[in-house]
């Protein structure tokens, strides 16, 4: 070998070991760095004419583990889904209230029956009447609060649906732009490594929004899938989502009435229930709150005051209401009517009739809703009634409650259980997808970058530079050696 060939190999090691350090240094500078793939330079014998000569780097290889980046992105979007549904059911639990809770249903039911037997007792104190007025206008008040509470989450989840439709739109257009920047760098034989950091990136903040699966298309192109079978993006041009947020929603308002809006999925309908191709991320969690869970809750309220009402008109025997005219309890002032069940808890209202905060008296709690002028002071028949009622087993008329009669209290008791059912159900779920999220995060993390590893890479790096740098300093000593003959 020649003086000038072995210079050439040397400064070809040193050049290969240069690099080597500075993949060393960036890996060990990112081993925090979302999105960031460890890389690792790819090395081969140069070829000068026929005969080696040297080593030389031939590219820059980005490493990450797809299936546990796959997993772990499936993990948050399961935990998305879960953690949104468990917040919306413990702000609706929250508003129905416990039993132990003074501002519950519950509770406030129990308020309006102690104050009702009182008033019995002693028909002639006025102070007495008006407490029971004020426990019959509490208990509306926490009926119209929980069907608020109810209404708060589907038009919190209605915004969570157009903010996510935003963020998926714009984040596909990012990565489809992303492919096209890769494939151009690949093309032209740039190292394309920190673009495809900077697209798992991009597509790591849409998998909590919907479930995804990344497949490799080859010369560093990626498609997205759902993990239902939707294609998101394979090509150049991303799928497009669209949806129109309604702003303020009531309770009669569904999506089966067209009066809320659906997905589209590039113009065509997109079914977001159970099972379907975009089912288990946040998405499909906030359409489930808006259109399914919300409005079931609201529907036992609903019967729940339905069954209140009718309860004080046809178990109270009030001879100054003429026919059709509703008892203690109204739909906004009027009759409460089976047709107009839906969101009645929400406009239930105490009898302006019987309410001195409407103009009314709490004497005719006593002698009749109809009466004009107040009659004996001692009179307890209608008193008892209105505190019978309460108790009286009666089967609901409507709602998704077990068959049999119950008095009005058990009724609030089994819509109070059946939210907190829910609740700790969906706490249980999102415990278990946090858990395994965080599980899938650490199997990621520990096929990344491990400093040990690269620092032992780097002691390695060092020993081949230092080799060919003492190979350099013995060509140089030859070559002196050479001048000085």
Known sequence: MTISATLSNALSGLNVAARGAETVSQNVANALTPGYGRREIEVSARVVGTAGQGAQVTGIRRLADMVAIGDRRLAEALLADRSLRATALKRIEDAIGTPEAGASISARIADLERTLIEATSRPEAEARLSSAVDAARGLASALNAASRAVQD?????????????????????????????????IGAGHDASALMDQRQVEIDRLAADLPLREIDRGMGQVALYTAGGAALLDGVLPARFDFVPAGVITPDMTLASGALSGLMLNGRPAPMGEGSLLAGGALAAAFALRDTVAPSIQADLDALARDLAERFETLVPDATRG??????????????????????????????????VQGGAAWRLRDGLGAAAPGPAGETRLLSGLAAALTAARAPASGSFAAGARGLSELAAEVASSVAARRLSADAEAGFAGARAQAMRQVELEGGVDTDRELQDLMAVERAYGANARVIKAVDEMIQLILGI
């Open 153 to 185: 989450v589907r038009m919190d989840a209605d915004a969570a649906i157009a903010a996510s439709v935003e963020r998926i739109n714009s984040g596909l257009a990012r990565i489809a732009e992303l492919n096209g920047q890769i494939r151009s760098a």
């Open 323 to 356: 026919p059709g005219d509703p008892g203690l309890f109204t739909d906004a002032g009027g009759a409460v009517l089976a047709a107009n069940e839906t969101g009645l808890a929400g406009r239930l209202r105490v009898a302006a009739a019987v309410d001195p």
